[in-house]
């Protein structure tokens, strides 16, 4: 992973697609699922952040969909971590458990550096303290979520564990207004059905199974 490169792309949903697709080179399939087949049974990401499958020969890892697109990048890489270490499993918003700790740590230092966090930390100053502020102009800039600089923030012990729960608080509101408006624009536009399937299996997956058709392998 080329992490200015990652930085470059025009927003959080063009980084996670060169993250997917530099993960997918190295033989990991990556897929977005957020239900059971339809709409009618979405799974919220309260539920479910995203899960590894931990295999030799076919390591799998699912996001999401439902999930805030800034975040896909940070369950991406923090699902992967749990393939390194070969433990398969789970990941919802709780902090509780020693392996979900050490993925959050991987994959966080891997989008943005403890001096980098202490960067935010002083800049939080030149937005009049305003530190919502601050670190929504800084995710929107490393192409990360505002809730994991948040976190970071409170780790490094920049902010209290109170000003973190508060600032997560209003994250969380301001993701939940955006899928709002997001839900309103797709009830004018259909938008494209079959893209949007190709998109959710991702590419490694897609190409395996058209390799495994013209070879006769899959009926």
């Known amino acids: 992973l080329d992490i200015d490169e990652f930085r470059k792309k025009r927003n959080a949903h063009d980084a996670f697609s060169y993250l997917r697709e530099s993960v997918e080179k190295k033989?990991?399939?990556?897929?977005?699922?957020?239900?059971?087949?339809?709409?009618?049974s979405r799974i919220p990401a309260d539920v479910f952040r995203g899960f590894a499958l931990s295999d030799p020969i076919c390591p799998f890892i699912v996001i999401n969909h439902n999930d805030a697109k800034s975040a896909w990048s940070f369950t991406l890489l923090h699902e992967l971590v749990h393939i390194w270490v070969d433990k398969s499993g789970i990941s919802d918003n709780s902090t509780e458990n020693k392996i979900e700790k050490y993925c959050n740590d991987v994959a966080s230092q891997i989008l943005v550096e403890d001096k980098e966090i202490d960067t935010l930390n002083s800049e939080i100053k030149s937005f009049d303290g305003n530190a919502f502020r601050a670190i929504q102009s800084f995710a929107a800039k490393f192409n990360v979520s505002g809730s994991m600089l948040a976190y970071r923030l409170f780790k490094r012990s920049h902010i209290s564990q109170d000003a973190w729960a508060s600032l997560s608080k209003e994250f969380k509101d301001l993701w939940i207004k955006e899928k709002e408006k997001d839900k309103n624009k797709s009830k004018t536009s259909s938008g494209n059905y079959y893209a949007t399937q190709k998109h959710r299996a991702g590419s490694a997956l897609i190409k395996i199974i058209k390799r495994s058709l013209y070879e006769g392998v899959l009926t």
Do not use: E, M, P
């Not at 033989?27 to 009618?40: A, N, P, T």
């Open 27 to 40: 033989r990991f399939y990556v897929l977005l699922i957020g239900d059971l087949g339809s709409h009618h």
